[in-house]
């Protein structure tokens, strides 16, 4: 039980993979209504390339909010 207390405090690390996940589910929903005008198969390609694209910043900068929070964390401390 104390793994799962612990594991709830730990701070969410979001991977380029859920990123990706998360950038398609959106856009996907954000651009339904041009799915019917386009083949399905090139716009669900379209979309993959484009979540890949904004997944690899997004990482990126949620991780270096992180570090800042970490390190102001870590100042206000001393």
Do not use: C, H, P
Not at 24 to 49: T, V
Request: aromatic fraction near 6%; avoid cysteine; glycine fraction near 2%.
């Amino acid at each position: 039980m104390a793994d799962t207390e612990q594991k709830a405090t730990v701070i969410k690390k979001l991977t380029k993979k859920q990123a990706k996940k998360e950038v398609f589910e959106k856009l996907s929903g954000a651009l339904a209504e041009y799915k019917n005008k386009l083949d399905k198969k090139k716009f669900e390609s379209n979309l993959k390339k484009a979540s890949k694209l904004f997944a690899v910043d997004i990482a990126k900068a949620f991780k270096k909010d992180r570090q800042l929070k970490s390190v102001k964390k870590a100042v206000a401390k001393k």
